[in-house]
Protein backbone atom coordinates (compact mmCIF):
# COMPACT_ATOMS: atom_id res chain seq x y z
CA UNK A 1 0.00 0.00 0.00
CA UNK A 2 2.92 2.39 0.85
CA UNK A 3 4.80 1.73 -2.62
CA UNK A 4 1.01 2.21 -4.30
CA UNK A 5 0.89 5.97 -2.32
CA UNK A 6 4.49 6.85 -3.14
CA UNK A 7 3.42 5.83 -7.13
CA UNK A 8 0.49 8.42 -6.71
CA UNK A 9 2.81 11.34 -5.19
CA UNK A 10 3.86 11.52 -8.56
CA UNK A 11 1.46 14.31 -10.31
CA UNK A 12 1.95 13.02 -13.53
CA UNK A 13 1.24 9.67 -12.91
CA UNK A 14 -1.92 10.69 -10.69
CA UNK A 15 -3.01 12.75 -13.88
CA UNK A 16 -2.58 9.47 -15.94
CA UNK A 17 -4.61 7.17 -14.06
CA UNK A 18 -7.13 10.00 -13.01
CA UNK A 19 -7.51 10.08 -17.03
CA UNK A 20 -8.32 6.63 -17.80
CA UNK A 21 -10.94 6.72 -15.17
CA UNK A 22 -12.82 9.41 -16.77
CA UNK A 23 -12.07 8.28 -19.76
CA UNK A 24 -13.41 4.75 -18.26
CA UNK A 25 -16.36 6.22 -17.03
CA UNK A 26 -17.89 8.22 -19.94
CA UNK A 27 -17.44 4.76 -21.91
CA UNK A 28 -20.01 3.17 -19.55
CA UNK A 29 -21.98 6.45 -19.57
CA UNK A 30 -22.14 6.43 -23.19
CA UNK A 31 -23.23 2.56 -23.15
CA UNK A 32 -25.92 3.36 -21.12
CA UNK A 33 -27.33 5.84 -23.16
CA UNK A 34 -27.07 3.81 -26.06
CA UNK A 35 -28.77 0.87 -24.34
CA UNK A 36 -31.25 3.12 -23.85
CA UNK A 37 -31.48 4.36 -27.24
CA UNK A 38 -31.61 1.23 -28.99
CA UNK A 39 -34.01 -0.31 -26.08
CA UNK A 40 -31.63 -3.35 -24.78
CA UNK A 41 -32.88 -6.00 -22.82
CA UNK A 42 -32.05 -5.38 -19.57
CA UNK A 43 -30.12 -8.34 -19.35
CA UNK A 44 -28.12 -7.41 -21.63
CA UNK A 45 -27.52 -3.81 -20.30
CA UNK A 46 -26.68 -5.35 -17.35
CA UNK A 47 -24.31 -7.72 -18.69
CA UNK A 48 -22.88 -4.52 -20.99
CA UNK A 49 -22.31 -2.80 -18.46
CA UNK A 50 -20.49 -5.23 -16.02
CA UNK A 51 -18.24 -5.95 -18.60
CA UNK A 52 -17.34 -2.71 -18.89
CA UNK A 53 -16.47 -1.92 -15.57
CA UNK A 54 -14.73 -5.10 -16.09
CA UNK A 55 -12.24 -3.73 -18.49
CA UNK A 56 -11.75 -0.37 -16.82
CA UNK A 57 -10.46 -2.24 -13.84
CA UNK A 58 -8.71 -4.88 -15.68
CA UNK A 59 -6.86 -1.51 -17.75
CA UNK A 60 -6.34 0.35 -14.33
CA UNK A 61 -4.59 -2.52 -12.93
CA UNK A 62 -2.49 -3.70 -15.79
CA UNK A 63 -1.49 0.47 -15.80
CA UNK A 64 -0.92 0.47 -12.16
CA UNK A 65 1.34 -2.88 -12.48
CA UNK A 66 3.44 -1.78 -15.18
CA UNK A 67 4.00 1.68 -13.20
CA UNK A 68 4.92 -0.22 -9.94
CA UNK A 69 7.65 -1.98 -12.03
CA UNK A 70 8.75 1.22 -13.78
CA UNK A 71 9.45 2.88 -10.37
CA UNK A 72 10.99 -0.41 -8.58
CA UNK A 73 12.97 0.04 -11.01
CA UNK A 74 13.66 3.33 -10.97
CA UNK A 75 14.34 3.14 -7.67
CA UNK A 76 16.64 0.34 -7.88
CA UNK A 77 18.98 3.07 -10.04
CA UNK A 78 18.38 5.28 -7.81
CA UNK A 79 20.02 3.10 -4.53
CA UNK A 80 23.26 2.16 -6.96
CA UNK A 81 23.84 6.45 -7.89
CA UNK A 82 23.71 6.92 -4.45
CA UNK A 83 26.06 4.04 -3.87
CA UNK A 84 28.47 5.99 -6.39
CA UNK A 85 28.32 9.47 -4.85
CA UNK A 86 29.21 7.66 -1.54
CA UNK A 87 31.90 5.95 -2.82
CA UNK A 88 31.28 2.96 -4.24
CA UNK A 89 32.99 3.42 -7.86
CA UNK A 90 32.16 -0.44 -9.38
CA UNK A 91 28.05 0.77 -8.33
CA UNK A 92 26.87 0.08 -11.84
CA UNK A 93 22.57 -0.06 -13.04
CA UNK A 94 21.83 -3.08 -14.42
CA UNK A 95 20.68 -2.52 -18.19
CA UNK A 96 20.11 -6.24 -19.87
CA UNK A 97 16.84 -5.25 -21.29
CA UNK A 98 15.53 -3.21 -24.46
CA UNK A 99 13.26 0.30 -23.99
CA UNK A 100 14.24 3.99 -23.37
CA UNK A 101 14.42 3.27 -20.03
CA UNK A 102 17.13 1.11 -20.25
CA UNK A 103 19.18 3.45 -22.46
CA UNK A 104 19.12 5.89 -20.08
CA UNK A 105 20.27 3.34 -17.62
CA UNK A 106 23.56 2.66 -20.08
CA UNK A 107 24.18 6.39 -20.56
CA UNK A 108 23.99 6.43 -16.72
CA UNK A 109 26.56 3.91 -16.55
CA UNK A 110 28.93 5.01 -19.47
CA UNK A 111 29.04 8.52 -17.41
CA UNK A 112 30.04 6.90 -14.58
CA UNK A 113 32.45 5.01 -16.25
CA UNK A 114 33.87 7.88 -17.97
CA UNK A 115 34.14 9.76 -14.38
CA UNK A 116 35.98 7.21 -12.67
CA UNK A 117 38.17 7.00 -15.50
CA UNK A 118 38.94 10.76 -15.13
CA UNK A 119 39.54 10.50 -11.28
CA UNK A 120 41.74 7.44 -11.20
CA UNK A 121 43.72 9.72 -13.68
CA UNK A 122 43.77 12.99 -11.66
CA UNK A 123 44.60 10.32 -8.62
CA UNK A 124 47.69 9.39 -10.29
CA UNK A 125 48.29 13.04 -11.78
CA UNK A 126 48.65 14.37 -8.10
CA UNK A 127 50.17 11.68 -6.94
CA UNK A 128 52.74 12.63 -9.47
CA UNK A 129 52.93 16.02 -8.67
CA UNK A 130 53.44 14.88 -4.95
CA UNK A 131 56.59 13.42 -6.05
CA UNK A 132 57.53 16.38 -7.59
CA UNK A 133 56.82 18.85 -4.75
CA UNK A 134 58.93 16.61 -2.89
CA UNK A 135 61.94 16.57 -5.06
CA UNK A 136 61.94 20.41 -5.62
CA UNK A 137 61.53 20.66 -1.99
CA UNK A 138 64.63 18.43 -1.37
CA UNK A 139 66.75 19.69 -4.00
CA UNK A 140 66.57 23.59 -3.41
CA UNK A 141 66.67 23.10 0.82
CA UNK A 142 70.41 21.62 0.57
CA UNK A 143 72.07 24.40 -1.75
CA UNK A 144 70.15 26.98 0.09
CA UNK A 145 71.35 26.08 3.05
CA UNK A 146 74.99 26.35 1.86
CA UNK A 147 74.52 29.89 0.58
CA UNK A 148 73.32 30.99 3.76
CA UNK A 149 76.08 28.95 5.56
CA UNK A 150 78.57 30.66 2.78
CA UNK A 151 76.59 34.08 3.23
CA UNK A 152 77.11 33.73 7.24
CA UNK A 153 81.15 33.27 6.97
CA UNK A 154 81.23 36.11 4.96
CA UNK A 155 79.56 38.24 6.72
CA UNK A 156 81.58 37.39 9.92
CA UNK A 157 85.16 37.63 8.17
CA UNK A 158 84.26 41.37 6.18
CA UNK A 159 86.42 43.93 7.43
CA UNK A 160 85.77 46.47 4.62
CA UNK A 161 82.51 48.61 4.71
CA UNK A 162 81.60 47.75 0.72
CA UNK A 163 81.56 43.76 1.51
CA UNK A 164 79.79 44.05 4.71
CA UNK A 165 76.94 45.60 3.32
CA UNK A 166 76.92 43.61 0.17
CA UNK A 167 76.54 40.63 2.61
CA UNK A 168 73.98 42.30 4.45
CA UNK A 169 72.04 42.54 0.98
CA UNK A 170 72.50 39.02 -0.06
CA UNK A 171 71.41 37.26 3.60
CA UNK A 172 68.20 39.71 3.39
CA UNK A 173 67.77 38.32 -0.39
CA UNK A 174 68.38 34.98 0.65
CA UNK A 175 65.89 34.66 3.13
CA UNK A 176 63.50 36.26 0.76
CA UNK A 177 64.14 33.59 -1.94
CA UNK A 178 64.03 30.93 1.00
CA UNK A 179 60.23 32.61 1.81
CA UNK A 180 59.35 33.02 -1.88
CA UNK A 181 59.98 29.11 -2.19
CA UNK A 182 58.30 27.99 1.18
CA UNK A 183 55.32 29.87 0.04
CA UNK A 184 55.42 28.02 -3.58
CA UNK A 185 55.61 24.52 -2.12
CA UNK A 186 52.54 25.62 0.14
CA UNK A 187 50.28 27.06 -2.04
CA UNK A 188 50.98 24.10 -4.41
CA UNK A 189 50.35 21.92 -1.77
CA UNK A 190 47.06 23.30 -1.27
CA UNK A 191 46.43 23.26 -5.20
CA UNK A 192 46.83 19.69 -4.99
CA UNK A 193 45.19 18.78 -2.10
CA UNK A 194 48.30 17.55 -0.18
CA UNK A 195 47.27 18.88 2.93
CA UNK A 196 45.69 17.68 5.89
CA UNK A 197 44.65 20.12 8.17
CA UNK A 198 44.83 18.49 11.76
CA UNK A 199 41.74 21.00 13.36
CA UNK A 200 41.10 21.55 17.04
CA UNK A 201 38.83 24.20 19.03
CA UNK A 202 41.23 26.44 19.64
CA UNK A 203 41.60 29.91 21.81
CA UNK A 204 41.19 32.64 19.32
CA UNK A 205 42.82 34.91 21.93
CA UNK A 206 46.11 32.73 22.63
CA UNK A 207 46.71 32.45 18.90
CA UNK A 208 46.83 36.26 18.62
CA UNK A 209 49.34 36.42 21.31
CA UNK A 210 51.36 34.63 19.69
CA UNK A 211 51.17 36.14 16.41
CA UNK A 212 51.69 39.56 18.35
CA UNK A 213 55.34 37.97 19.99
CA UNK A 214 55.99 36.59 16.67
CA UNK A 215 55.94 40.75 15.45
CA UNK A 216 57.15 42.46 18.68
CA UNK A 217 61.13 42.88 17.68
CA UNK A 218 60.10 43.95 13.77
CA UNK A 219 57.15 46.48 15.38
CA UNK A 220 59.81 48.12 18.21
CA UNK A 221 62.13 48.52 15.61
CA UNK A 222 60.27 49.86 13.10
CA UNK A 223 58.66 52.08 15.62
CA UNK A 224 55.00 50.68 15.06
CA UNK A 225 52.64 49.90 17.34
CA UNK A 226 50.11 46.39 17.21
CA UNK A 227 47.57 46.43 19.33
CA UNK A 228 45.08 43.42 20.23
CA UNK A 229 41.13 43.29 20.67
CA UNK A 230 38.76 40.49 21.77
CA UNK A 231 37.48 38.30 24.35
CA UNK A 232 39.54 35.87 25.92
CA UNK A 233 36.36 33.38 25.49
CA UNK A 234 36.52 33.19 21.71
CA UNK A 235 37.31 29.98 20.25
CA UNK A 236 38.00 28.71 16.62
CA UNK A 237 37.44 24.68 15.61
CA UNK A 238 40.91 25.08 12.91
CA UNK A 239 44.58 24.16 12.40
CA UNK A 240 46.23 26.24 14.73
CA UNK A 241 49.51 26.11 12.62
CA UNK A 242 48.22 27.06 9.51
CA UNK A 243 45.77 29.81 10.85
CA UNK A 244 48.66 31.19 12.39
CA UNK A 245 50.56 31.97 9.21
CA UNK A 246 47.51 33.07 7.42
CA UNK A 247 46.67 35.84 9.98
CA UNK A 248 50.66 36.35 10.16
CA UNK A 249 50.67 37.12 6.28
CA UNK A 250 47.71 39.42 6.77
CA UNK A 251 49.78 41.39 9.52
CA UNK A 252 53.12 40.76 7.18
CA UNK A 253 51.34 42.70 4.88
CA UNK A 254 49.95 45.53 7.10
CA UNK A 255 53.51 46.52 8.36
CA UNK A 256 54.83 46.57 4.83
CA UNK A 257 52.26 49.04 4.01
CA UNK A 258 52.90 51.28 7.23
CA UNK A 259 55.35 53.45 8.34
CA UNK A 260 56.94 54.88 11.88
CA UNK A 261 54.74 55.73 13.79
CA UNK A 262 51.10 54.02 12.54
CA UNK A 263 49.31 51.32 14.12
CA UNK A 264 48.09 48.29 13.17
CA UNK A 265 45.30 46.20 15.26
CA UNK A 266 43.98 42.75 15.45
CA UNK A 267 40.02 42.79 16.58
CA UNK A 268 38.71 39.26 16.82
CA UNK A 269 34.59 38.56 18.20
CA UNK A 270 32.14 35.65 17.57
CA UNK A 271 28.52 35.81 17.30
CA UNK A 272 25.81 33.24 17.29
CA UNK A 273 27.10 31.91 13.78
CA UNK A 274 30.17 33.40 13.34
CA UNK A 275 33.56 34.51 14.15
CA UNK A 276 35.59 37.03 13.06
CA UNK A 277 39.30 38.25 13.46
CA UNK A 278 39.85 41.58 11.41
CA UNK A 279 43.61 43.02 10.59
CA UNK A 280 43.36 46.92 10.42
CA UNK A 281 46.02 49.53 9.75
CA UNK A 282 46.15 53.27 9.49
CA UNK A 283 48.51 53.05 6.75
CA UNK A 284 48.72 54.62 2.55
CA UNK A 285 45.50 52.45 1.86
CA UNK A 286 45.44 50.35 -1.48
CA UNK A 287 44.72 52.20 -4.82
CA UNK A 288 40.86 51.53 -5.61
CA UNK A 289 42.74 50.15 -9.22
CA UNK A 290 44.58 47.03 -7.32
CA UNK A 291 41.65 45.76 -4.48
CA UNK A 292 40.14 43.45 -7.19
CA UNK A 293 43.60 41.99 -7.48
CA UNK A 294 45.22 41.94 -4.36
CA UNK A 295 44.67 38.32 -3.95
CA UNK A 296 46.32 37.55 -7.45
CA UNK A 297 49.37 35.38 -7.24
CA UNK A 298 52.82 37.47 -7.92
CA UNK A 299 50.41 40.77 -8.26
CA UNK A 300 52.78 44.00 -7.84
CA UNK A 301 50.54 46.98 -7.80
CA UNK A 302 52.70 50.09 -9.95
CA UNK A 303 51.38 51.95 -6.66
CA UNK A 304 53.60 50.44 -4.24
CA UNK A 305 56.24 50.97 -3.23
CA UNK A 306 56.42 47.66 -1.25
CA UNK A 307 59.99 45.96 -2.52
CA UNK A 308 60.31 43.03 0.32
CA UNK A 309 57.01 41.23 -0.77
CA UNK A 310 56.90 38.43 -2.75
CA UNK A 311 53.10 38.98 -3.86
CA UNK A 312 52.21 34.90 -2.12
CA UNK A 313 51.56 36.40 1.21
CA UNK A 314 48.16 37.31 0.85
CA UNK A 315 47.55 34.18 -2.06
CA UNK A 316 48.33 32.21 0.41
CA UNK A 317 46.52 33.23 3.45
CA UNK A 318 43.11 33.17 1.58
CA UNK A 319 43.70 29.70 0.35
CA UNK A 320 44.15 28.49 4.03
CA UNK A 321 41.32 30.61 5.12
CA UNK A 322 38.90 29.21 2.38
CA UNK A 323 40.29 25.88 3.11
CA UNK A 324 39.12 26.39 6.81
CA UNK A 325 35.38 27.13 4.74
CA UNK A 326 36.26 31.28 5.37
CA UNK A 327 36.08 34.01 3.66
CA UNK A 328 37.85 37.44 3.51
CA UNK A 329 37.38 40.78 2.40
CA UNK A 330 39.28 44.05 2.00
CA UNK A 331 38.01 47.43 2.37
CA UNK A 332 40.97 50.10 1.92
CA UNK A 333 40.36 54.33 1.71
CA UNK A 334 43.43 54.80 0.05
CA UNK A 335 45.84 57.76 2.35
CA UNK A 336 43.78 56.60 5.64
CA UNK A 337 44.06 52.43 6.06
CA UNK A 338 42.98 49.02 5.57
CA UNK A 339 41.18 46.36 7.07
CA UNK A 340 41.13 42.68 6.16
CA UNK A 341 38.01 40.97 7.58
CA UNK A 342 38.08 37.10 7.93
CA UNK A 343 35.05 35.24 8.71
CA UNK A 344 34.12 31.47 9.61
CA UNK A 345 30.95 30.05 10.34
CA UNK A 346 30.57 28.34 13.57
Known amino acids: MERVMRIFADKNVKHFFLAITAAGGLFVLLS ?19 VSLLAIGGILAICLWYVQRQNKRMEEAALQITAYLEGETDARIPCD ?22 ADKELKTKESLKNIISDISHQLKTPLAALNIYNSLLLEDAKEASVREC ?12 TLIQNLLKIAKLDAGFIVFEKNTENVADMM ?5 HFAYRADREQKKLVLSGS ?12 AEAVSNVVKNAFDNTRGGDHISIEWKASISVVQITVRDNGCGIHPEDLHHIFKRFYRSRFSKDTRGTGLGLPLAKAVIEAHRGTMEVDSILG ?6 ISFLT
Open 209 to 213: KDIEL
Open 232 to 243: DNVTLFCDRDWL
Open 336 to 341: RGTAFV
Open 167 to 178: ALLSERELDRIE
Open 32 to 50: QVTVGLFHVEKNCALWLLL
Open 97 to 118: SDGELYRLFHAINTLASVLGAH
